[in-house]
């Protein structure tokens, strides 16, 4: 399967533990994306990265949010002390930069995996 | 900021009929990209359609096409021969050039009716 993967895909916490996921890009794509989708919601951006560089937080990411690229492949969005409104699916999804070689054809879709279903109780 | 309004939160269809989903958006951008994406139940999104809006050709694959008024910023999706399968979350959605993240509306919850 060289499609995106997420780890775990269901996280049951109680308000105020720490929670950590993963995500596993399509290897050959250099852009990272994570978006928040609540229920009945629409995807929402919280963070993107180009190689190990994260290029844009938006105002959704509080200081309890924090995300990594260490070596350029797989992320980890780490939430501290949680709380029942980061209750939510966690979306992940990669791309090539515009320019580069992509051996889908298709380089400005963004791939998505399926996600981490966070539960804050 | 971009802005990308579904105002059909829940459409249904009879199978084998056309459905047309609304999309509109808003920006200042010239070239953007805007996309359709599906997302079934507890099944990850992917895309349907994209359109590139330099573009004047309205974008097509097999069953599915759009309907792109650049000056009126709308974007809508037609489902032509609708089967049980096309039942998801359909999500329109907008990028800058770049690769940049993307906007997306709320979405419409369309139901596909045997």
């Known amino acids: 399967d060289t499609g995106v993967s997420q780890d775990p895909r269901h996280k049951i916490t109680k308000r105020g533990q720490n929670v950590t996921f993963r995500c596993d890009p399509i290897?050959?794509?250099?852009?990272l994306y994570w978006y928040r989708q609540t229920l009945g919601q629409g995807p929402e951006f919280l963070t993107y990265?180009?190689?190990?560089?994260?290029?844009?937080k938006s105002r959704l990411l509080s200081d309890r949010f924090s995300a990594e690229r260490p070596k350029g492949s797989f992320s980890t969005l780490e939430i501290q002390r949680t709380e029942q409104g980061d209750s939510a699916m966690y979306l992940c999804?990669?791309?090539?930069?515009?320019?580069?070689?992509?051996?889908?054809?298709?380089?400005?879709?963004?791939?998505f995996g399926p996600g981490t279903r966070l539960t804050v109780l | 900021a971009q802005t990308v309004t579904q105002s059909q939160p829940e459409m249904s269809v009879q199978e084998a009929e056309t459905v047309t989903l609304s999309c509109t958006y808003d920006?200042?951008?010239?070239?953007?990209?805007l996309f359709w994406y599906k997302q079934p139940p507890s099944r990850q999104m992917i895309l349907v359609i994209r359109?590139?809006?330099?573009?004047?050709q309205n974008a097509t694959e097999n069953r599915f096409s759009v309907n792109f008024q650049k000056a009126a910023k709308s974007f809508s999706l037609k489902i032509s021969d609708s089967q049980l399968g096309d039942t998801a979350m359909y999500f329109c959605?907008?990028?800058?050039?770049?690769?940049?993240?993307?906007?997306f509306g709320k979405g419409t919850r369309l139901s596909v009716i045997a």
């Open positions: 959605a907008f990028m800058a050039l770049g690769n940049t993240p993307l906007v």
């Open positions: 290897s050959e794509h250099n852009r």
């Open positions: 920006t200042s951008e010239n070239n953007y990209y």
């Open positions: 999804a990669s791309s090539s930069t515009p320019g580069l070689a992509d051996p889908s054809g298709s380089y400005n879709e963004q791939f």
């Open positions: 990265f180009q190689n190990e560089a994260q290029l844009e």
């Open positions: 359109q590139e809006a330099y573009k004047q």
